[in-house]
């Protein structure tokens, strides 16, 4: 009883254990298939890696700390010179602020240009250059660029302690003496000896002149500058290079050269200072004589001495009640600032309280001031519309009330208080008003000089102390680690051999992977179910032979896989025998040209005549014959012939010596109307007749993607073998192939998976694996 092909399917699926799942076994089969490939890349990856190994030099990773001046986190109660508050000569630092100065173009400038690492020293040993920094016997010497130097190499050869040549690019050599000048288009320059002269004598040795601006470039990039703990002001500067004294040298020598800069600010501000400190000087040298003149003049010129005791005590009285109402007039302004402060809606800049005498005002003062500095901080994290200001805003309003509370009381104490002094004042005017006038005009000279002479000290005083503070200036920053290299880790020798086993396989499997989608062939048998759903009746082996028939060359080891793959094949056709009467007509037919269909043909004919079955094979491509060649039978009338009748029947049907139960009906001479031929009643009586006289009838008909003889045949057919080949058959056609089954073009349609070059079934089982010389024997 035939089986239904849907039901074949499903039950060749399950028998497989297929799902959505990746084949990995079909992957790993794919890309094995190229070991030579995986090898030849891994070697050349590897060798390249060695050789990197061996050439290339380790990197060194160089480091140095110091410990920054952080002014930003000094509290604010800390006492403080005059001039540090007026930032004066120390002005603030930040150590962010001095990681960017680091960082700087200027100061990596300095560096490059005092070490020269625009230029460097190689001496050659074959393929190996070693650098000679620190360690070379001369030393390349510019006095005067003109221009920008152009990058080059300078291949000098030492030819004795006085005297060496230089080969330049052009291969010109030049002789030259030691630390004589030489003007050329770079500019003046010179090289002289070291004392590591006398070792090369006789050798050669690179000096490699590179672009100065792209170094200083280099360098700045290369250098980082960070702080391992944000709560202290240590901050850390490392750097990488070929040569660790090299990256040692440059640390230290930026390090010192950022002290330097350092103390060049600070004493130009200094030196600025004290140059506008001794200019006011002079000017109140001037002021200063000027007014002891004035007095001095005034008392000659009006002759006056010594006054009376009275004198004395009446001129005591009224400097005693100045002073006082003075005073008063001082704390009066004070207490007026502070209202105008109170008053105002300001909260920044408390006035000053120096000369309040009242403890409550003063408190009160204080703690507005100190109510006012908490809200400052709370303003640096919070908006001020935020509802933690109001308990804070109204104690600031209620102090000030009572700050204006206190000021009002103060306030008319003192004006009274000044009244009195005033009609006090008054009284003792009237009381002295027979001492001369003159002796009052005395007094306000001497008060004149008595103001620019404390004047004229305080800067004095000042001066001096800027002045030591010139002497002895120091960097605020301080060496904590000088520069020093890390050991190189070993993780890092290695890394060049990993990368080479990376890219060793990477390049293979990109390669395959790319020539997988370049092609863009069916490769999988479950891409063909999942794009057609039909069954998969067979599968047949890549083998190269050399003959189509595989039974030609049965002694052949390799034949026995493809033999018994053709007997599976038999046993899956005889179990899909719709009737045991009449002969079974099976189509075998492919979408394009080269798919396997002739050789499937030929071989499963041979396979069931073998088994005693009576075969005949039709070769239906009259456009490309190959079965008749391929049973060594040459080319003569055929199938064309006869339907023309042009030949009898008896003609027609040839016979293969080699194999008693298979016939052969060749294509025939070449016709245009081949398809008109098929539609004839002389072709269906001939179908009929094999019929009744074989048990298999196969129609090789041409590829269905380009001749439509298969789908004239398939009215005659009981069973399609439609052929797909491995690697060959483009996706594209499984579209083609799922609208014929869908289309019902062609009878019971069946898949034969052909030239698989990875096993049988997909599994990688192969039965070459299973027979060998042993067992045949």
Not at 256 to 272: D, G, M, P, R, V
Not at 635 to 657: A, C, F, H, N, W
Request: contains cysteine; charged residues 25%.
């Amino acid at each position: 009883m035939p089986i239904n092909k849907t039901q074949q399917a499903l039950t060749s699926r399950q028998a497989r254990g297929d799902d959505d799942s990746i084949d990995f076994k079909h992957i790993f089969r794919q890309y094995f298939g190229h070991w030579p490939l995986y090898l030849i890349c891994l070697t050349i990856a590897l060798a390249a890696a060695f050789a990197f190994f061996k050439i290339k030099k380790p990197v060194f990773d160089v480091k140095a700390t110091m410990l920054m001046q952080d002014d930003s986190k000094e509290k604010p109660n800390e006492d403080k010179s005059a001039l540090q508050e007026l930032d004066l000569v120390n002005p603030p630092k930040i150590v962010e602020n001095e990681i960017e100065v680091f960082k700087s173009r200027s100061l990596i400038k300095s560096v490059v240009d005092h070490l020269q690492l625009w230029v460097n020293y190689q001496s050659v040993d074959g393929l190996i250059k070693n650098d000679l920094y620190g360690m070379s016997p001369i030393t390349f010497n510019l006095y005067k660029s003109e221009g920008t130097i152009p990058s080059q190499v300078l291949i000098v050869k030492i030819l004795n302690s006085d005297a060496y040549c230089i080969t330049d690019e052009n291969k010109k050599v030049t002789n030259h003496r030691f630390r004589d000048t030489i003007a050329d288009r770079m500019g003046s320059w010179n090289i002289s000896p070291t004392a590591h002269l006398t070792q090369y004598i006789g050798k050669t040795v690179n000096v490699i002149l590179g672009d100065r601006e792209a170094t200083i470039l280099s360098y700045q990039n290369g250098v980082e500058v960070s702080m391992p703990d944000k709560l202290a002001s240590v901050i850390e500067l490392s750097t990488t290079d070929l040569n660790a004294k090299r990256g040692e040298d440059f640390l230290n020598n930026l390090i010192f050269y950022y002290k330097q800069a350092e103390l060049i600010e600070k004493n130009n501000l200094t030196k600025s200072t004290i140059d506008f400190i001794d200019k006011r000087l002079d000017s109140l040298v001037g002021e200063l004589n000027s007014a002891e003149g004035k007095v001095e003049g005034y008392r000659s010129s009006k002759g006056l001495t010594d006054l009376n005791a009275q004198s004395q005590v009446y001129l005591q009285s009224v400097q005693s009640n100045e002073a006082k109402s003075n005073e008063v007039s001082i704390q009066l302004s004070i207490l007026n600032g502070l209202e105008r402060y109170v008053n105002s809606n300001t909260d920044i800049g408390t006035p000053s309280v120096i000369g309040i005498s009242d403890p409550t005002l003063v408190g009160l003062i204080q703690k507005l001031s100190d109510l006012q500095l908490e809200k400052t901080k709370l303003l640096a994290t919070l908006p001020e519309q935020n509802p933690a200001f109001d308990p804070l805003n109204k104690q600031i309003t209620s102090t000030k009330q009572h700050v204006k509370e206190s000021l009002q009381n103060i306030k008319s104490s003192l004006l009274a208080t000044k009244r009195e002094l005033q009609s006090f004042k008054t009284t003792s005017q009237s009381s002295i008003s027979n001492i001369p006038g003159q002796e009052r005009q005395l007094v306000g000279l001497k008060r004149q000089q008595s103001i620019k002479e404390n004047l004229y000290t305080y800067l004095l005083q000042k001066r001096e102390q800027i002045s030591l503070s010139y002497a002895s200036s120091l960097s605020s920053a301080r060496l904590l680690d000088v520069a020093y290299s890390l050991p190189q880790k070993k993780s890092k020798r290695y890394i060049p051999f990993a990368a080479a086993l990376l890219l060793g396989l990477i390049i293979p499997t990109g390669f395959v992977y790319v020539k997988g989608l370049a092609k863009d062939t069916v490769n999988k048998r479950k891409e063909i179910e999942v794009a057609t759903s039909l069954p998969i009746l067979a599968e047949i082996s890549f083998t190269k032979l050399n003959h189509v028939i595989v039974t030609e060359k049965e002694n052949q080891q390799i034949s026995f896989a493809l033999i018994e793959q053709f007997r599976h094949l038999r046993t899956q056709l005889n179990i899909l025998r719709s009737s045991e009467k009449s002969g079974q007509i099976v189509l075998i037919s492919s979408s394009i040209t080269k798919e396997g269909k002739s050789f499937v043909s030929s071989n499963l004919a041979v396979s069931l005549a073998r088994s005693g079955k009576k075969t005949i094979l039709l070769e239906m491509d009259i456009y490309k014959p190959k079965i008749s060649s391929a049973f060594g039978l040459g080319k003569g009338v055929g199938l064309t012939d006869y339907l023309m009748g042009s030949i009898k029947r008896d003609q027609l049907i040839q016979e293969i010596p080699a194999h008693p139960n298979l016939r052969l009906i060749s294509s025939g001479t070449y016709v245009d109307s081949f398809a008109e031929l098929l539609d004839q009643s002389r072709f269906s009586h001939l179908i009929d007749e094999l019929k009744m006289e074989y048990d298999y009838i196969f129609l090789d008909t041409p590829p269905l993607h380009s001749i439509n003889d298969a789908n004239i045949l398939a009215q005659y057919s009981d069973t399609t073998l439609f052929v797909v080949r491995h690697g060959y058959t483009p996706k594209s056609m499984l579209a083609f192939i799922r609208k014929l089954d869908v289309n019902h073009n062609l009878p019971n349609m069946q898949i034969i998976f052909n030239g698989l070059k990875d096993g049988r079934d997909g599994t990688g089982y192969k039965y070459e694996s299973y027979y060998s010389h042993k067992d045949m024997a």
